[in-house]
């Protein structure tokens, strides 16, 4: 009797799903993606053997004026045509360009100013992915800038050295405004890293490198509607900070490559095509303790590696590929692998390690669902319902659950105006890889991950999942810090 309740319960589930997913692939019947739904982790990138183009390298902005410690700059979200594929040109959105935006580079202790102004015809926000900042500067729905108004933020740079991003987080719009080209770089730099003895030339052996799948039609035009399914879009296409098939030449022996997932629901398993390893240095929010070795380092939507490419093995006029599974991202160009550093620092920062395993869980986080279903604790976002109470200056420790299911849905979870520790994966101690700042992490179908956190910072502030289609779905909270 009780074996025929279990799988009468079973089956009535097997039925739902696959309407569910019926629904979904009636509703979005021209995903052009095979498996459906499933395809986050299946679809693929077609390799196309074009012609090599050399990266791009995003500007840094130029300060409109510095007095004393402020900084101001001012930085526009606009539209424009932008050359991504050969032939007819893309209709794109960036920031004082055409597609992307400049690379926002800044020393820890300054205070910024930004003059963000919106020139597109619909509302934007200004985002700081990263950024440790009062929520009234933090760019997230409730700072939203109307199309044709300007608004000034400020904040003061309080963290270390770290590869940040910056996007748009308005509610309804954030996904396809990044997949038309909102993003760029916030690159922080403080005395260890100018000190520190690691490849720093910017756009020579430093590179920042914005990873992103994207959809086309026929005229080339960007196909948001055509790649959308509420597990997020998949693009065919990769561009690497809007080249595609890029290559890079290289002239010393190191090279840094300051990756970031930039796609709105890829994920990146990111190697070299020869199998040797990438060492990083740096996750979302800082430096690593030490350099560590890996063959491969994944990246889902939101997170970002610092990466140094060791080119001293290879001879002159050879090449090497950062690839991801099949696909080719870069391709560097080995010229001459002469006066490159002497060799990578044992130890890059002081950063603490974490292990008090044992400090009380005081929020359980369950992401789970899939396609418009998805939920954090079983709700949906709402602008008007503040979900979690933190008093200023506390440490918590949150435990985040990818809830299992059928599907099994990857959730870069993602947390504003902090970088957290992960203290475990499923109470085992995390790669040493993992063992640093984060803003966004990966969770697996059926995992937990307990995280310490400490909220420094005032106002409200947005958590989520960082595949964009589910967190314009819904799968987003509020967290007030309360002073
Ligand atoms: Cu990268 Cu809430 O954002
Ligand atoms: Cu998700």
Redo the contacts with the bound molecule.
């Keep these: 009797m009780r074996h025929r309740q279990f799988y009468l319960i079973l089956i009535s589930f097997i039925v739902v799903v696959v309407v569910l997913n019926a629904f979904w692939l009636i509703k979005f019947k021209q995903s052009p993606v095979k498996g459906g739904m499933m395809s986050n982790t299946n679809s693929r990138i077609s390799n196309n053997q074009e012609k090599q183009h050399r990266l791009i390298v995003p500007p840094v902005l130029k300060p409109d004026s510095i007095d004393n410690n402020n900084i101001y700059y001012t930085l526009r979200a606009q539209t424009g045509v932008t050359q991504l594929l050969s032939g007819k040109k893309t209709k794109t959105y960036g920031y004082n360009g055409s597609f992307l935006g400049p690379t926002i580079r800044v020393e820890k202790g300054v205070n910024i100013y930004i003059r963000t102004q919106n020139h597109l015809k619909q509302s934007t926000s200004f985002h700081w992915h990263g950024a440790i900042l009062p929520s009234s500067s933090d760019g997230g729905p409730h700072q939203t800038v109307a199309a044709g108004q300007s608004r000034l933020i400020n904040f003061k740079v309080n963290q270390p050295a770290a590869t940040l991003w910056y996007h748009p987080h308005a509610v309804g719009s954030t996904a396809i405004q990044v997949y038309k080209g909102l993003a760029g770089f916030l690159l922080v730099d403080d005395q260890n890293s100018r000190r520190i003895k690691l490849p720093k030339t910017y756009g020579k052996d430093d590179f920042p490198v914005v990873v992103q799948d994207r959809n086309f039609d026929k005229n080339n035009q960007l196909n948001y509607r055509q790649a959308a399914s509420s597990n997020g879009t998949l693009g065919d296409k990769l561009l690497v900070n809007g080249t595609q098939n890029p290559y890079i030449e290289t002239t010393t022996k190191y090279i840094r490559l300051r990756l970031l997932n930039g796609s709105n629901a890829r994920k990146y398993i990111f190697k070299l095509n020869d199998g040797r390893p990438l060492y990083q240095i740096g996750t979302d929010g800082g430096f690593l303790k030490k350099p560590v070795p890996e063959k491969q380092i994944i990246l889902t939507p939101g997170e970002r590696a610092e990466v140094v490419v060791d080119l001293g093995g290879y001879s002159q006029e050879s090449q090497v590929k950062l690839k991801s599974k099949e696909s080719s991202v870069l391709t560097m160009r080995i010229k001459s692998n002469r006066g490159g550093e002497a060799k990578l620092p044992h130890r890059l920062t002081n950063i603490q390690s974490v292990n008090n395993f044992n400090r009380k869980v005081v929020q359980n986080i369950t992401?789970s669902g899939m396609g418009h279903m998805?939920s954090i604790n079983n709700k949906q976002f709402s602008m008007k319902r503040i979900d979690i109470k933190v008093k200023q200056n506390t440490t918590q420790i949150w435990k985040i659950s990818n809830k299992d299911n059928m599907m099994g849905?990857?959730?870069?979870f993602h947390i504003h105006g902090v970088q957290f520790r992960l203290l475990s994966v499923n109470g085992n101690t995390p790669a040493s890889n993992m063992q640093g700042r984060k803003d966004t992490i990966m969770t697996r179908p059926g995992n937990q991950y307990k995280i310490m956190i400490k909220f420094t910072q005032p106002g409200v502030f947005m958590y989520h999942?960082h595949?964009l289609e589910?967190e314009e779905t819904g799968?987003m909270g509020q967290i007030q810090v309360v002073p």
């Excluded at 849905?409 to 870069?412: A, K, L, R, S, Y």
């Design positions: 992401l998805v849905e990857i959730h870069p999942c595949n589910h799968m």
